[in-house]
């Protein structure tokens, strides 16, 4: 016989009030104490309350946060998305959630509800369900290894409690609102809910986010758990903390991009740059704006959205391309999104917490000017992370993508390629042309002088990062028209095959 994790719950402890101040009067004040630290360390923390209706979820949340300084938390309620949050990927209204380093952010229900209610309740498949298990053990193995603390509480009380209470809150005016007709009906089904949020419970009780299964029976002791849990989750964190920063740097040479089929792509030293383009090419440029004019329509009425990225050298021509890219696109239904350097906000969440937030909704297009692969390249070899860090970032960009693509985005990336002499060519012409110069800067010659480094780090991004679900095209660039009729050609031939 199978022993389910939620048979092990204890649901007949008790505390009396004596015991309970006993056991809890020191923890509260360590608890505030560690958030003065957590924010001195920068440490971000996130902490989730799942459970049953009328488990005492907003009950032992308030009594909690009673503990903790207002001004460095935040208190998530999470209900069903909205019609907007639906048109986005299931993540992304979490991700943008994160807490920044040093700050807590505290979530009454989280994601887990749209994998394990929403799979009862008819609106997931088991195989969609299993999709997203998988997928919230990414995000928080992505947040944990970024420095996150997760602290997951699941709140239990047998089907006679929930029945109880419910019954209870039905009875005054003041809370009747909270016993919902949908409540009753999930008490009914009780079982099945059960066997479920056990399934999810077993699936994602991972050794970087836990769980930590609450009997709430009784408040008190339940309030106790939590207030134990809490302060040696943190104090380990930071133990950890320190020991990272003591230790020395990782310098593991190898790439994981992740489990994921990679497409075959050949070296920048393998691309010949000789291809000019045809006589013809205005003719040509407008007939292809023209038809994916066309197709953009149908990709919004058939509401698939579409993420395009462009990377390439300096002076490669990335600019004008985008720029004849958006030409032939319905203006309300694509957002151009450039990328610099992040700023304070950014650099204090996951580095990918700002890309999530451009992320486009169904139907419309983002063209990303410059984008995540900055920590593959500029980030790399500049230093601006560490190499453990740099070289988790395969497979955590292929994640990224693969969640775009498993909500039915089309994904293209194009590396805008020259030589290194036409490079030059383009540097000095910009200097030596009045309107031109605001292009040019100290950096883009700094840069050039790593151009060998570049490239080793542009060859392991394309090689690493070109799946069969978003795969890269280099678009030589050599001659800027050629570069823009393969664009649109790409852009055209994805859809085609979409649509």
Known sequence: MVITMLEHVDLQRKMTKVEYRMDTDVLKRELALLQHTLKDKGLPVIVLFEG?????????????????????????STVSPTAEERRRPWLWRHWCRIPERGRIAVFDRSWYPETSIERIEGNLSEAQAKRRLESVN?????????????????????????????????????????ATRQDWERNEKYEEYYKVFDEMLEATDTECAPWHLIGCTDRRSALSEVYHIMVDSIRQALAEGEERKAA????????????????KIPSLREVSLDKTAP???KELLKEKQEHLRAIHNRLYLQKVPV????????????????????????????????????????????????????????????????SWYGRLMVERI??????????????EINEFEKELFDRGAILLK???????????????????TPEKRWKITDEDWRNREKWDQYEIAVDDMLRYTSTDFAPWTIVE???????????????????????
């Open 52 to 76: 049953w209706g009328a488990a005492g979820k907003g009950s032992l949340i308030s009594d909690m946060i009673l503990t903790l300084d207002p001004r460095s938390y935040k208190v998530f």
């Open 138 to 178: 990414r995000f928080e193995r992505q947040l944990t290894d970024d420095g996150y603390l997760v602290i997951k509480f699941f709140l239990h009380i047998s089907q006679k409690e929930q029945k109880k209470r419910l019954k209870k809150l039905s009875e005054s005016k003041e809370t009747q609102w909270r």
């Open 248 to 263: 020395a740097p990782k310098q593991d040479g190898k790439i994981d991009p992740g489990p994921f089929s990679l497409v």
């Open 279 to 281: 006589e013809n090419y």
């Open 307 to 370: 993420v395009i990225v462009y990377e390439g050298w300096d002076a490669a021509g990335k600019g004008g391309n985008i720029k004849r890219l958006a030409a032939a696109l319905d203006p309300r239904g694509y957002e151009v999104v450039p990328i610099a350097a992040p700023t304070p906000t950014e650099l204090s969440h996951h580095y990918l917490w700002r890309f999530w937030e451009g992320v486009p909704k169904d139907g419309h297009v983002a063209i990303f000017d410059r």
């Open 382 to 395: 500049e230093g601006f992370c560490t190499p453990e860090e740099w070289h988790r970032a395969y497979r």
């Open 414 to 432: 194009f590396w805008i390629h020259i030589d290194k002499d036409e490079q030059l060519r383009r540097f000095n012409d910009r200097e030596n």
């Open 477 to 499: 660039s050599q001659d800027k028209k050629l570069a823009r009729l393969k664009t649109l050609d790409t852009v055209i031939a994805a859809a085609e095959n979409r649509l």
